[in-house]
């Protein structure tokens, strides 16, 4: 009986070992997940197990750019353009007392105007930035002491900003010409600065509309870079050289008189230049005129209407040293932004009616305006006196892809002649908005009828 009970008590104790030892066999055996061994871990007092780490991201992809805000795209902008500005100025051309800008300056305020910075109004063409419904931008031409001296003041007690639009070889020549040090110094106070050409000659006529030491200068680099050269003088070294000294960005340039032609306009798109301002006043809308055709308002004392219409948002104010030399280009400007078709515009209506607003030329002689179309010759107008517009409607359907329309009229006794083209497309693309016609209003009868401005549909 001993040695029976002895066995059972030998036989009990290898079955207990055996299933100790099949508990732990590896392919039976439960694996911990990272949460129940960090518990179990902490349990027992040991440190947890640190979680592995986020996988990097890759470097060589770029992030999502954030979409573009969505923009009123009805908003409006003027341009106003100053030069010099000086108590003792009187009435001499491109001038204007500091007491007279002082009280235009207000006029901005009361008339509900918004001053932004040109920044704002350029990245509010890109579609990147909101702006005020009524904007209004400041600039002041060529590099006077004056805007140093006193258009500073002014702008700065009402806190409004500004752009300078310098010329080369004005600065630091002495007299009432400002110094690098000056420009620097309002850089550095947020004051944006902009090209204006090297010379400020004519860039249509080289070496015009400038004092004999300036237009020889401009014979000596006409004669050693051929025009070419000397026009991307002007225009693209012009915006280098300001960079280069002040440590800025030149997005931005100004016409010299409002003055430009086919090849001024490509170089300027050939600098980088976003926006080419001219001296034609207008109202400035998100997508026109065209970015290197934009219109200032040129303020001078002699012309008052100018600032008139500027607050009332209206076209006109050609302003110029030398107004036969620039009188064919105003007139093309004004074509140029105030036509439908606009200039370089697409369309795909086969019998568009072409309108062009003549209310810059002066008086026109109703009886004498005439509208040529290319492929198709003389076509039937229509022109109102009260507004400054003239219609036609092609009656034959357009084909070809390309067109040049010709203007002509008499104004204020004298023949005219405005050119402008579009493009045609059949497969229904177009670009650019159209121009509404203007309502009918009242006008002085010393001054020329004018053209209120389009509305965004």
């Not at 009990?12 to 070992?17: E, G, H, R």
């Not at 129940?36 to 902490?42: K, R, V």
């Not at 003549?358 to 026109?364: F, I, R, S």
Request: hydrophobic fraction near 40%; aromatic fraction near 8%; charged fraction near 25%.
């Amino acid at each position: 009986m001993t040695r029976k009970f002895a066995l059972f008590l030998l036989t009990a104790a290898l079955a207990a070992t055996s299933c100790s030892k099949l508990k732990h066999v590896p392919f039976l055996e439960k694996k911990p997940t990272p949460e129940t061994a960090a518990a179990a871990q902490s349990a027992a007092g040991a440190p947890a197990a640190t979680p592995p780490p986020a996988p990097k991201p890759d470097l060589l992809v770029a992030p999502a750019a954030p979409a573009k805000p969505e923009l009123n795209k009805h908003s409006s902008t003027i341009v106003l353009c100053y030069h010099n500005i000086e108590e003792k100025g009187g009435s001499k051309a491109l001038t204007i007392t500091t007491t007279e800008f002082e009280k235009e300056m207000k006029e901005v305020k009361d008339n509900g105007f918004t001053v932004i910075p040109m920044q704002d109004f350029l990245a509010f063409r890109r579609g990147d930035k909101e702006i005020p419904a009524k904007s209004c931008v400041v600039t002041i031409d060529d590099g006077w002491v004056s805007a140093y001296n006193n258009a500073w003041p002014v702008l700065k007690k009402f806190g409004y900003p500004f752009t300078l639009f310098i010329y080369i070889d004005y600065v630091g020549t002495g007299g009432k010409s400002m110094t690098w040090d000056q420009l620097a110094e309002m850089r550095d106070a947020g004051v944006d600065i902009q090209s204006h050409t090297y010379s400020h000659s004519n860039l249509r006529k080289p070496g015009g509309s400038v004092d004999k030491k300036t237009h020889d200068r401009v014979m000596k680099d006409l004669a050693e870079l051929g025009h070419d050269g000397w026009l991307r003088k002007e225009i693209v070294e012009s915006g280098a050289v300001l960079e280069k000294q002040l440590g800025i960005k030149c997005n931005a340039f100004a016409y010299p008189f409002g003055i430009y032609n086919s090849e001024a306009r490509a170089m300027v798109k050939e600098a980088g230049y976003e926006a080419a301002f001219t001296v034609y006043g207008q109202q400035l809308r998100f997508n026109s005129p065209p970015s290197d055709l934009l219109g200032r308002y040129a303020v001078e004392a002699a012309k008052p209407e100018i600032f008139a219409n500027a607050m009332k948002m209206i076209g006109g104010g050609v302003t110029t040293e030398d107004p036969m030399e620039s009188t064919s280009v105003a007139q093309l400007a004004s074509a140029s932004m105030v036509t439908q078709p606009m200039d370089g515009e697409t369309i795909s209506d086969p019998r568009p009616t072409i309108k062009a607003n003549l209310a810059t030329m002066g008086q026109v002689d109703p009886a004498s305006v005439q509208i040529r179309l290319s492929g198709i010759g003389l076509l039937k107008v229509k022109y109102d006196s009260a507004t400054g517009m003239a219609e036609a409607k092609v009656t034959k359907p357009l084909s070809d892809p390309n067109y040049s329309v010709i203007l002509t009229a008499t104004a204020d006794g004298k023949k005219a002649e405005i050119r402008w083209g579009f493009n045609f497309s059949k497969d229904g693309k177009t670009s650019a908005p159209e121009m509404d016609a203007p309502p009918k209003r009242d006008v002085p009868p010393t001054a020329p009828p004018v053209k209120a401005p389009a509305k965004k549909r």
